[in-house]
């Protein structure tokens, strides 16, 4: 058992409820003060198959879902024989009895209990509540006031159900797992909600969104807050039109955001080349999933990496930044709205399915956000292209009584097609001076995240990865040095120049080591050993932590 | 002030698409006479001949992508639907490269301009088939001679929702400019398919003997359709005309997301909200 650890796992068909059941116990945990990581495994697929919740709980910070679950609840038999190993010492099982017989745990007849009602299988969810809700020892009002906030549809069938539920799972096991309150309640949010808050908050006025898995619930949220926050948020043809749409809109001024996941971003490149030669500011979250191609659409990876760090034809500046937790994504996604707009260049917001979909208690501050800034024109003849000191040239909207032309042929100043020697060797050399620009401003900026230990033994990761090694190493109480770049083009070296020849380990989720070969290759830094995973699932921290006692002996 | 930029003309002499550049030059001074700030007229082109014309005429806008023009055109429109929005397309660079790209604007009756410069082939790749080219073109991608059919560009942008669809002639000035005025104020997606050949491969004369003027005014889509499916493809004049709310519109009625974006610090209030526990 996990001392300070609570994790309840609830596994079903698609359709039966299972990830509103995972949202609703993270809810009746962050109501007890408690912090919470909650992380859904879905397959593609509308009804059937098999999905799970797994919803792990502390009165202290946790950024990991933990697969030794102290309560687990199955639907089917299918979860059962899929769980059977996800079972925490001490943990329970609780499973339907209508489904199978002879097994391990204790057994509810969910399903005969649930057909006496109209909404049968759709209140399973609700009996993983109640069953939830009676092992934690909640009082009856307790839980019937939870189902009436989170379950508005029919709410009296679904608390006598519960009822009922709850009375079966009493004998024996009530107040099982009794919880400690935590310090404070806490929203959740998922990775996507994060980000797209960071949007709003760093000035986004369009968002364009072609739905692919993990990064659709960005165009979900968006288009649901697109009449409050006066938005434009469109779902067009292709991930083609999408780049190209959201070009011609910050043409006009507009911040302008794309998202999407590899597939959909190998559409993109050609548009991101674009922006790239027109100097259009344009922010991309690229949420990674397993490839190659259409590889496992609802798991996650961090394999474009490289792809990402080289996307579009041709000689630009890309800026590349990765969120290593989902506070951090709201303050990184307003951060690169800043960015693009300062230095007039595309930039991509590197995820996963593991950030953009998992769920967490958040500590935001939300004034902390940047606003997208620019170098605005202020009077006289226009140049869209004017050379300057930093390669950054003013900005100007229409309307105006000058004229603006963004070209994607190389172009003199006004933006005029040239095939000229001088001036194509000129325009390459004045985008480049923008490349110095940006490292002389991050330069005193956070561009990297790194907790001191005592170990000297450090440890290197990015993105979500970096969410399971803080967890791996709490659980396994060990204390090596954590460095997690947030920015990655730029890679910082210069705050990593200390690590070069120091004993380092890399936790990454990409069977070819990119984010080892980006260290190595970039920062000169020595990679004892890399620690990989690429089955499409996230670390477990306990896996985890005795992978890196192992390197660490 | 004048359209004259410091760019070097490199059509080929006699090509149709000077005729649509003085045909369009003169339209903006008519719109302009009509009350149409030249500021608020935005331009856009794909890759092609017809794209030149970015570089010729000195309005802003954004010289984009082969095919992708149009996508480049709804986001400008979208972030900013006060502005006039024309974008300039090949048969190749439009009907072949950005197919999807133009049926979906009149899909969803964006309220632009697409002007098609029709020569039925790729020119500045030197002399493919297009998606407009009839069979039996000896270009160098087809040297025994192309063999699919080609689109018909009118009835197609019909029946995908194009409210506004005219063909013109680069060789009438007047009639494209008369053309040109009218999609330019259509509330909606108008389209105009210009015939223009281009030198090194046709003759003005293979084109003055056949153009024909349209002698009907279509009272239905239906009808519309039925005309520009059996009409001579040399055939000038409106086959098209219908009023559907345009995209914006829908999409969020008198919003204008550039002009009345929202300040930071009602955003954090807007943001507090949903954060709030």
């Given at each position: 058992?996990?001392?300070?650890?609570?994790?309840?796992?609830?596994?079903?068909?698609?359709?039966?409820?299972?990830?509103?059941?995972?949202?609703?116990?993270?809810?009746?945990?962050?109501?007890?003060?408690?912090?919470?990581?909650?992380?859904?495994?879905?397959?593609?697929l509308i009804?059937?198959?098999?999905?799970?919740?797994?919803?792990?709980?502390?009165?202290?910070?946790?950024?990991?879902?933990?697969?030794?679950?102290?309560?687990?609840?199955?639907?089917?038999?299918?979860?059962?024989?899929?769980?059977?190993?996800?079972?925490?010492?001490?943990?329970?099982?609780?499973?339907?009895?209508?489904?199978?017989?002879?097994?391990?745990?204790?057994?509810?007849?969910?399903?005969?209990e649930?057909?006496?009602?109209?909404?049968?299988?759709?209140?399973?969810?609700?009996?993983?509540?109640?069953?939830?809700?009676?092992?934690?020892?909640?009082?009856?009002?307790q839980?019937?006031?939870?189902?009436?906030?989170?379950?508005?549809?029919?709410?009296?069938?679904?608390?006598?159900?519960?009822?009922?539920?709850?009375?079966?799972?009493?004998?024996?096991?009530?107040?099982?797992?009794?919880?400690?309150?935590?310090?404070?309640?806490?929203?959740?949010?998922?990775g996507?909600?994060?980000?797209?808050?960071?949007a709003?908050?760093?000035?986004?006025?369009?968002?364009?969104?072609?739905?692919?898995?993990?990064?659709?619930?960005?165009?979900?949220?968006?288009?649901?807050?697109?009449?409050?926050?006066g938005?434009?948020?469109?779902?067009?043809?292709?991930?083609?039109?999408?780049?190209?749409?959201?070009?011609?809109?910050?043409?006009?001024?507009?911040?302008?955001?794309?998202?999407?996941?590899?597939?959909?971003?190998?559409?993109?490149?050609?548009?991101?080349?674009?922006?790239?030669?027109?100097?259009?500011?344009l922010?991309?979250?690229?949420?990674?999933?397993?490839?190659?191609?259409?590889?496992?659409?609802?798991?996650?990876?961090?394999?474009?990496?490289?792809?990402?760090?080289?996307?579009?034809?041709?000689?630009?500046?890309?800026?590349?930044?990765?969120p290593?937790t989902?506070?951090?994504a709201?303050?990184l996604?307003?951060?690169?709205?800043?960015?693009?707009?300062?230095?007039?260049?595309?930039?991509?917001?590197?995820?996963?399915?593991?950030?953009?979909?998992?769920?967490?208690?958040v500590?935001?501050?939300?004034?902390?956000?940047?606003?997208?800034?620019?170098k605005?024109?202020?009077?006289?003849?226009?140049?869209?292209?004017?050379?300057?000191?930093?390669?950054?040239?003013?900005?100007?909207?229409?309307?105006?009584?000058?004229?603006?032309?963004?070209?994607?042929y190389?172009?003199?100043?006004?933006?005029?097609?040239?095939?000229?020697?001088?001036?194509?060797?000129?325009?390459?050399?004045?985008?480049?001076?923008?490349?110095?620009?940006?490292?002389?401003?991050?330069?005193?900026?956070?561009?990297?995240?790194?907790?001191?230990?005592?170990?000297?033994?450090?440890?290197?990761?990015?993105?979500?990865?970096?969410?399971?090694?803080?967890?791996?190493?709490?659980?396994?109480?060990?204390?090596?040095?954590?460095?997690q770049?947030?920015?990655?083009?730029?890679?910082?070296?210069?705050?990593?120049?200390?690590?070069?020849?120091?004993?380092?380990?890399?936790?990454?989720?990409?069977?070819?080591?990119?984010?080892?070969?980006?260290?190595t290759?970039?920062?000169?830094?020595?990679?004892?050993?890399?620690?990989?995973r690429?089955?499409?699932?996230?670390?477990?921290?306990?896996?985890?932590?005795?992978?890196?006692?192992?390197?660490?002996? | 002030?004048?359209?004259?930029?410091?760019?070097?003309?490199?059509?080929?002499?006699?090509?149709?698409?000077?005729g649509?550049?003085?045909?369009?030059?003169?339209?903006?001074?008519?719109?302009?006479?009509?009350?149409?700030?030249?500021?608020?007229?935005?331009?856009?082109?794909?890759?092609?001949?017809h794209?030149?014309?970015?570089?010729?005429?000195?309005?802003?806008?954004?010289?984009?992508?082969?095919?992708?023009?149009s996508?480049?055109?709804?986001?400008?429109?979208?972030?900013?639907?006060?502005?006039?929005?024309?974008?300039?397309?090949?048969?190749?660079?439009?009907?072949?490269?950005?197919?999807?790209?133009?049926?979906?604007?009149?899909?969803?009756?964006?309220?632009?301009?697409?002007?098609?410069?029709?020569?039925?082939?790729?020119?500045?790749?030197?002399?493919?088939?297009?998606?407009?080219?009839?069979?039996?073109?000896?270009?160098?991608?087809?040297?025994?001679?192309?063999?699919?059919?080609?689109?018909?560009?009118i009835?197609?942008?019909?029946?995908?929702?194009?409210?506004?669809?005219?063909?013109?002639?680069?060789?009438?000035?007047?009639?494209?400019?008369?053309?040109?005025i009218?999609?330019?104020?259509?509330?909606?997606?108008?389209?105009?398919?210009?015939?223009?050949?281009?030198?090194?491969?046709?003759?003005?004369?293979?084109?003055?003997?056949?153009?024909?003027?349209?002698?009907?005014?279509?009272?239905?889509?239906?009808?519309?359709?039925?005309?520009?499916?059996?009409?001579?493809?040399?055939?000038?004049?409106?086959?098209?005309?219908?009023?559907?709310?345009?995209?914006h519109?829908?999409?969020?009625?008198?919003?204008n997301?550039?002009?009345n974006?929202?300040?930071?610090?009602?955003?954090?209030e807007?943001?507090?909200?949903i954060?709030k526990?």
């Amino acid at each position: 058992m996990i001392s300070d650890v609570f994790t309840f796992l609830v596994g079903g068909k698609a359709g039966e409820g299972v990830k509103k059941a995972g949202s609703v116990a993270a809810h009746i945990f962050s109501n007890m003060g408690r912090q919470v990581f909650q992380m859904d495994d879905y397959m593609s697929l509308i009804r059937g198959g098999h999905n799970f919740s797994v919803v792990s709980t502390s009165s202290r910070r946790i950024t990991s879902q933990y697969m030794k679950a102290n309560l687990v609840v199955n639907f089917d038999k299918r979860s059962c024989d899929t769980h059977i190993n996800d079972i925490a010492d001490g943990g329970i099982v609780i499973f339907n009895s209508d489904e199978q017989k002879g097994v391990d745990g204790i057994g509810i007849p969910l399903s005969s209990e649930a057909e006496k009602y109209p909404m049968k299988k759709l209140m399973y969810g609700v009996g993983a509540v109640a069953i939830l809700s009676s092992t934690i020892g909640l009082s009856k009002d307790q839980m019937n006031q939870n189902i009436k906030n989170q379950y508005p549809r029919g709410i009296e069938d679904n608390i006598k159900f519960a009822g009922s539920i709850y009375d079966m799972v009493k004998v024996g096991c009530q107040n099982r797992f009794p919880l400690e309150r935590g310090d404070k309640e806490r929203k959740i949010l998922t990775g996507n909600e994060s980000i797209s808050l960071g949007a709003l908050a760093g000035g986004l006025n369009v968002y364009y969104g072609y739905p692919m898995t993990p990064a659709s619930s960005i165009l979900h949220f968006l288009a649901k807050q697109a009449e409050n926050f006066g938005l434009a948020v469109v779902h067009p043809e292709s991930e083609i039109a999408v780049i190209n749409m959201a070009i011609g809109s910050a043409f006009t001024g507009a911040r302008s955001m794309v998202g999407t996941s590899g597939g959909g971003f190998a559409l993109m490149t050609e548009g991101f080349s674009l922006a790239g030669i027109t100097e259009t500011p344009l922010l991309c979250v690229l949420s990674m999933r397993p490839g190659p191609a259409t590889g496992v659409p609802t798991y996650t990876e961090q394999a474009d990496l490289m792809f990402a760090l080289s996307a579009g034809h041709g000689d630009f500046l890309r800026i590349v930044s990765s969120p290593g937790t989902v506070e951090e994504a709201y303050y990184l996604t307003a951060e690169m709205l800043d960015l693009v707009w300062k230095f007039q260049t595309p930039g991509i917001l590197l995820t996963e399915k593991h950030l953009s979909e998992s769920s967490m208690t958040v500590d935001i501050d939300i004034h902390n956000a940047k606003w997208a800034e620019m170098k605005k024109h202020n009077e006289g003849k226009y140049k869209r292209y004017l050379d300057t000191n930093d390669g950054v040239s003013p900005l100007l909207f229409p309307p105006s009584n000058e004229v603006i032309k963004c070209n994607s042929y190389e172009h003199d100043e006004y933006g005029i097609t040239t095939e000229d020697a001088h001036v194509i060797a000129k325009m390459h050399e004045k985008r480049n001076k923008k490349v110095d620009a940006l490292l002389e401003y991050l330069k005193d900026k956070k561009t990297v995240n790194i907790i001191r230990g005592e170990h000297p033994t450090n440890i290197f990761a990015y993105g979500s990865t970096y969410l399971s090694v803080l967890e791996a190493l709490r659980y396994g109480k060990l204390n090596p040095t954590t460095i997690q770049p947030i920015f990655l083009s730029p890679l910082p070296t210069w705050e990593l120049k200390e690590f070069k020849n120091q004993d380092n380990i890399v936790v990454e989720q990409s069977i070819s080591g990119q984010f080892t070969k980006l260290l190595t290759e970039k920062a000169g830094l020595k990679v004892k050993q890399t620690i990989k995973r690429y089955d499409g699932r996230p670390f477990d921290p306990i896996e985890l932590s005795q992978q890196i006692k192992e390197v660490l002996k | 002030m004048g359209f004259e930029t410091n760019a070097e003309i490199t059509w080929c002499p006699g090509c149709g698409n000077f005729g649509i550049r003085t045909a369009f030059q003169n339209a903006v001074l008519e719109l302009e006479k009509k009350g149409v700030k030249r500021e608020d007229i935005i331009i856009s082109s794909g890759i092609g001949c017809h794209a030149k014309i970015f570089d010729y005429i000195n309005l802003s806008g954004i010289y984009g992508l082969h095919g992708r023009n149009s996508s480049n055109a709804e986001g400008v429109k979208i972030a900013n639907p006060d502005l006039k929005v024309i974008t300039f397309s090949g048969d190749g660079n439009g009907l072949g490269e950005g197919l999807a790209h133009t049926i979906y604007a009149a899909k969803r009756n964006q309220d632009i301009t697409l002007v098609l410069h029709n020569n039925n082939v790729y020119a500045l790749t030197t002399g493919q088939f297009s998606s407009l080219t009839p069979p039996g073109w000896r270009g160098p991608s087809t040297p025994r001679g192309s063999f699919e059919i080609p689109f018909n560009a009118i009835s197609l942008m019909i029946e995908v929702g194009a409210t506004f669809v005219a063909r013109s002639y680069a060789g009438d000035i007047k009639h494209l400019t008369e053309t040109l005025i009218k999609a330019v104020e259509h509330k909606g997606f108008s389209f105009i398919e210009v015939l223009q050949p281009a030198m090194p491969y046709h003759k003005w004369e293979e084109y003055k003997d056949k153009i024909e003027n349209l002698n009907e005014e279509p009272k239905s889509k239906e009808e519309s359709f039925k005309i520009a499916h059996n009409a001579h493809r040399f055939t000038i004049g409106i086959f098209h005309q219908e009023i559907r709310e345009v995209y914006h519109k829908s999409l969020y009625g008198d919003l204008n997301p550039v002009k009345n974006s929202i300040s930071r610090k009602i955003r954090l209030e807007k943001i507090n909200e949903i954060l709030k526990y």
